[in-house]
């Protein structure tokens, strides 16, 4: 299985609730690999909602928090 952004955020949840760890710990990689300005918003929302990944939650607030300018211009 190749995780991507087509499927990671159907992928994440259904692993979580069918506790495949390594599965749910493989997607919170790609999400913080693939985590920019552009999309921290949509991250915090995914992430914020669904409950998902508490340390990706905390990258996502370091990176608002750090580019907040940027990420309102973006």
């Given at each position: 299985?190749?995780?991507c952004?087509e499927?990671v955020?159907?992928?994440l949840?259904a692993?979580?609730?069918?506790?495949?760890?390594?599965?749910v710990d493989?997607?919170?990689?790609?999400?913080e690999q693939?985590?920019?300005?552009?999309n921290?918003?949509g991250?915090?929302?995914?992430?914020?909602?669904k409950?998902?990944?508490?340390?990706?939650?905390?990258?996502?607030l370091?990176?608002?928090?750090?580019?907040?300018?940027r990420?309102?211009?973006?």
């Open positions: 299985m190749t995780i952004e499927n955020q159907e992928l949840p692993a979580r609730m069918l506790q495949l760890d390594y599965v493989q997607c919170g990689v790609f999400l693939h985590l920019s300005i552009s921290c918003l991250f915090y929302l995914f992430a914020g909602e409950d998902i990944i508490s340390i990706l939650f905390k990258k996502v370091n990176t608002l928090a750090n580019n907040d300018a990420v309102i211009v973006n």
